[in-house]
């Protein structure tokens, strides 16, 4: 269930990131199955098949650290409105 999960950084699934296709649980392999739906490529050859997969996690990878970067500025911005800078003196 987890894998499946959109992240509130990305918005995507960690499966969707790591390995570039949507993941299927055992209630979406099910349906697939009932309806006939197979989205497998079956006319690909191994190098073609790699070769596309190696240009979508590259898409995947820029697609995340975007906005995994606006994430983290959005983040640090929410901190910084509360911060309050504090001053230490010696042997406190």
């Not at 296709?21 to 073609?48: A, C, M, Q, R």
């Not at 959005?74 to 001053?87: G, S």
């Amino acid at each position: 269930m987890l894998r499946e999960s959109p992240n509130a950084t990305t918005g995507e699934s960690p499966f969707l990131l790591q390995y570039g296709i949507y993941p299927h649980g055992v209630l979406s392999l099910l349906k697939d199955n009932w309806t006939g739906f197979d989205n497998l490529p079956k006319s690909k050859t191994v190098e073609k098949y790699l070769s596309d997969l190696k240009e979508t996690l590259e898409k995947t990878r820029e697609f995340a650290d975007k906005h995994a970067k606006r994430a983290q500025e959005q983040y640090a911005k929410f901190y910084n409105t509360k911060a309050v800078e504090k001053i230490f003196q010696i042997g406190e």
